[in-house]
């Protein structure tokens, strides 16, 4: 019972991931690809994601406190970090780097920063991991 | 990582396709994976492009297709295309978050058979076998026209079935991922028939590909053609088709190089600007446009094929002394007579000297390059055949020498010149090929009469151009590697990169002697024009005679040879007025072209090496 509980609030917060713009089709295609020969894999990838992600942020944090900033640069990290999102479906995350880069290229450092904010709000671990702990432990 | 055997491939296509998959993103990386092994294909992953290439390399028939991403951080992704394409000639499908018009456009052009957009569906790798295929049906049609195949007639037959059934369960091949109907629909007969034509398959090696450059030297770039590269290669297996390929792939190659050169020499601080506003004609930078150069060039044959060595001279229009139409040319198809860049009829000088046509003109520098900012654009793209002017070939023999490319760099041996000269040969050289070339190179220079060492140097670099095998592996090899001083036997190397190389190499070898004193006068006069990617090229040898374009300095100094090969354009080769140096240069560089010096096999591994980015 517990269990069917369990299984029902994870389903719902799922939803709601997808409801608010937080994730979109890719999370479904990884969803596909957790097999029996990889039944952790949603999770595994998730969690490469966050480390790999929380790295770009740093790195890009630094970038901007960097004067005279190298927009150049900036627009690159940003890329990265837009290619890595979109592996996990990361919507939200992305259309966020995407602003960034018009941001960038529109030489708007103030933006940036208030883009970076969010994003990190974006990525937020709770967000996401949450939502594949209680499925892995359930099943 | 590693390879999969091919024969259980064989029974079972697409299952077991072996994949190479490079990208810098570990999560991509990942799903990538997992997706491609759902599609029973084999995975083999890389976070680096330098190890992909290096898996590539380890094993040549390993893979069957590689995807990559195109942004990643040791090395850009369209590069490794390129490489890939070159040595291996494996179908490459180029991946990214980015999916501008721009960047897609791009990437066709380097060659990818495909650009997918991320997230990559699975969808989308399902049919990324039909690439395989497409190039297996092209061999063995290749291979088919061939007459003079023996061992086609099995293939024949055997293709024929292949195509058949492949005709049959195209339909269901192309309605679904039902790979299990391709399954049964292939006879297994007739699928082993289509690989066994694999054997066939054609791959670039780095020795089949030094002949390729030695060819097309020989046969000066304005002439090239597929069909007389493949006569005088002389390789009995090879199919017209299989070099008409990679002829294409070799200009592309050297044209782009040649842009990069450019955009190098210009973060160089590299006086292009300088040559630039001297060149007319900015027609400079093509990459395709080598054969440009060659209409004006006297001796015209030089050019470099098409791509690098745009340098195109520059300027020469303007000025006679532009020799400019050196180097531009990319080092690409040295086939030409090497100094095909010489597009104005100034080349005059030094028929060979594809380089720099302008210098061909104006006498003024020798080594083509130094019009005023002293570059020597030095011919290096030209690949040296014809240096029609001593100067040119001056330039080219150095540059040969210089040049990395794999085959003929090592050849050139300026070694006199070469040890204090960068070791152009990036890497290839790593030994000075003490062959016989490089013999026969400095001696004649050393025979040269003139008193600027130069002309000397020209006929080491004449030597070296008929060198200059399209080396464009050399040219990426010059890049990074090593420049070997001793820039082998400028063995005309096509690369007319390598030549620039080479020249700096020598040049600054012969500055010593003597000749800096003329070569800067001539650079000066020449180099007017010299584009300012030519310049890079050149740029280097200049430093004595001041003309060497910053662009070639990067080449050589830094034993980069990257620079080298855009900065080809602005060879300008002085003009020599000695006309004894003029006519024997030429003999020089045709011989050198001859392919008389034995290559040795160590070189070429050296060579490879160099060439691959290492």
Same mark, same amino acid.
């Given at each position: ?22 994730? *979109? ?33 740093? +790195? ?27 592996? +996990? ?6 259309? *966020? ?43 | ?614």
């Amino acid at each position: 019972m517990e269990r069917n509980q369990l299984r029902r609030q994870v389903r719902l917060m799922r939803q709601s991931l997808f409801d608010q713009g937080f994730l *979109d089709e890719q999370f479904v295609q990884l969803e596909e690809l957790q097999d029996d020969a990889n039944p952790n894999f949603v999770e595994e990838v998730a969690t490469l994601y966050y480390r790999d992600s929380s790295r770009s942020l740093q +790195i890009l944090e630094q970038a901007l406190q960097r004067n005279p900033r190298d927009f150049n640069k900036l627009d690159n990290y940003m890329q990265q970090f837009k290619g890595s999102s979109s592996s +996990i479906g990361a919507k939200k995350v992305k259309a *966020d780097c995407q602003q960034f880069r018009e941001y960038c290229n529109a030489g708007n450092a103030e933006g940036w920063q208030g883009k970076l904010g969010q994003s990190r709000h974006h990525v937020d671990p709770s967000n996401q991991e949450s939502h594949q702990q209680p499925e892995s432990s359930l099943d | 990582m590693e390879s999969s055997f091919s024969s259980p491939r064989n029974d079972t296509f697409p299952a077991g396709l072996r994949v190479l998959v490079v990208d810098d993103d570990p999560t991509w990386l990942k799903i990538l994976e997992k997706m491609l092994k759902k599609c029973s294909y084999e995975v083999t992953t890389c976070g680096l492009a330098r190890d992909a290439l290096h898996l590539l390399r380890q094993k040549k028939d390993g893979y069957d297709i590689v995807i990559s991403d195109v942004n990643m951080p040791d090395m850009d992704g369209f590069r490794l295309l390129e490489h890939v394409g070159l040595e291996m000639d494996l179908p490459v499908i180029m991946m990214s978050v980015d999916g501008e018009t721009s960047r897609v456009m791009k990437g066709v052009q380097h060659g990818a058979c495909d650009y997918l957009l991320k997230p990559i569906r699975m969808k989308e790798l399902r049919n990324i076998w039909q690439h395989v295929f497409r190039k297996k049906i092209h061999e063995i049609r290749d291979i088919e026209s061939h007459e003079s195949f023996e061992g086609i007639q099995f293939i024949r037959s055997g293709s024929d079935q292949y195509d058949e059934g492949y005709f049959l369960s195209a339909d269901d091949l192309t309605s679904s991922r039902k790979r299990k109907d391709v399954d049964n629909k292939y006879d297994d007969k007739d699928f082993a028939d289509l690989s066994s034509t694999k054997k066939a398959r054609v791959v670039w090696s780095v020795d089949l590909h030094q002949k390729f450059v030695k060819a097309v030297h020989q046969i000066g770039f304005d002439k090239v053609g597929p069909k007389k590269i493949l006569d005088l290669m002389n390789v009995p297996w090879l199919t017209r088709e299989n070099v008409a390929s990679h002829l294409q792939k070799y200009r592309l190659y050297l044209s782009r190089l040649q842009k990069e050169n450019e955009l190098k020499s210009s973060c160089g601080g590299m006086k292009h600007s300088d040559y630039s506003s001297k060149d007319a004609h900015g027609s400079f930078g093509l990459q395709n446009s080598i054969s440009i150069q060659q209409s004006d060039v006297a001796h015209g044959s030089f050019k470099v094929s098409g791509n690098s060595l745009v340098s195109q001279r520059v300027g020469t229009k303007s000025h006679e002394s532009d020799i400019e139409g050196i180097v531009s040319e990319p080092v690409a198809e040295p086939k030409k007579g090497s100094n095909g860049n010489i597009p104005d009829s100034q080349k005059t000088r030094s028929p060979q000297m594809d380089f720099n046509n302008s210098y061909a003109e104006t006498k003024k520098g020798l080594i083509g390059n130094v019009p005023d900012s002293q570059k020597i654009r030095t011919p290096q793209v030209r690949p040296s055949h014809s240096l029609a002017s001593v100067e040119s070939e001056v330039n080219f023999t150095e540059f040969e020498s210089a040049i990395p490319t794999k085959y003929s760099r090592n050849e050139i041996q300026l070694n006199k010149k070469q040890k204090p000269l960068i070791p152009l040969n990036s890497g290839f050289n790593k030994p000075p090929l003490p062959g016989p070339h490089s013999h026969f190179q400095v001696d004649r220079v050393q025979s040269i009469p003139s008193s600027s060492s130069r002309p000397s140097i020209a006929e080491e670099d004449v030597t070296g151009p008929a060198k200059s095998k399209p080396s464009y592996s050399e040219y990426i090899n010059i890049q990074g590697s090593h420049v070997s001083p001793t820039i082998s036997t400028a063995d005309s190397f096509p690369d007319q990169i390598k030549s620039c190389v080479v020249n700096h190499q020598v040049s600054e070898a012969v500055s010593t002697s003597t000749a800096n004193m003329e070569y800067q006068g001539f650079n000066l006069n020449c180099i007017t024009d010299l584009e300012s990617a030519q310049r890079n090229l050149i740029v280097e040898s200049a430093s004595p005679f001041g003309f060497l374009d910053d662009g070639f300095q990067i080449c050589w100094y830094q034993g980069d040879c990257y620079g080298m090969n855009l900065g080809l354009q602005n060879i300008e080769f002085p003009e020599y007025n000695d006309p004894a140096l003029v006519s024997e240069v030429p003999a020089h560089l045709y011989d050198a072209l001859r392919f008389d010096y034995p290559y040795e096999p160590s070189e070429y591994s050296v060579i490879g090496q160099g060439l691959f980015i290492s």
